[in-house]
């Protein structure tokens, strides 16, 4: 659910409350978050060596993101299911053993991913408070920003998010891998 196209400012505002007080943070004490807390002083943790970084292997994630919405054998709808329908057909029956293999590691994988996806969602939505002209959106800031109440702010949740997911996709990656799947395709889509 996108709440920004379904609800009003205030219940926005109300489900954003509700999502930083629910969702996971990294650990405030983990070592790791004073290098990010520098590296944001600084102004640059978009670099190798800083921690919480993006997602294993890139995009690797958007084959767990879009696979339920591919049929092999029938055109997708959207560009993103096309592409990996027509990188699915050629290992179309190592592919479904992997699936037949796997359901809950892809079970673990659909959750973590909801999680992820949340976490950004909600960091954009802090972050647009944030750059707030007016004052209700600074208050908002002020409010929600109070119950983040981390080192790193919204961020920990999305690191919290990428701590889950990233083991999750490895461990994908490895029992691909192992049914003769090359996996290095997926980890550029689109």
Do not use: C
Not at 137 to 165: M, T
């Amino acid at each position: 659910m996108n709440p920004s196209e379904t609800l009003s400012p205030e219940q926005q505002f109300q489900h954003f409350m509700g999502q930083a007080r629910t969702l996971p943070k990294v650990d405030p004490a983990d070592p790791r978050v004073a290098v990010y807390r520098a590296a944001q002083d600084r102004g640059n943790v978009w670099y190798e060596g800083v921690p919480f970084g993006g997602t294993y292997k890139n995009n690797f994630y958007r084959l767990f993101t879009f696979y339920k919405e591919v049929d092999i054998d029938h055109p997708a709808d959207t560009i993103t299911a096309m592409s990996l329908s027509i990188m699915l057909k050629p290992i179309r029956e190592k592919w479904q053993t992997f699936l037949d293999q796997n359901p809950e590691l892809l079970e673990q994988t659909d959750a973590a991913l909801k999680r992820m996806f949340e976490a950004e969602e909600l960091e954009r939505y802090i972050d647009g408070l944030k750059h707030s002209n007016d004052k209700s959106g600074q208050k908002k800031f002020r409010e929600i920003n109070q119950v983040v109440d981390h080192p790193i702010g919204a961020h920990a949740y999305w690191a919290a998010a990428r701590e889950e997911i990233n083991p999750l996709l490895e461990k994908a990656d490895k029992a691909m891998q192992v049914l003769g799947i090359d996996t290095t395709p997926f980890y550029s889509m689109k």
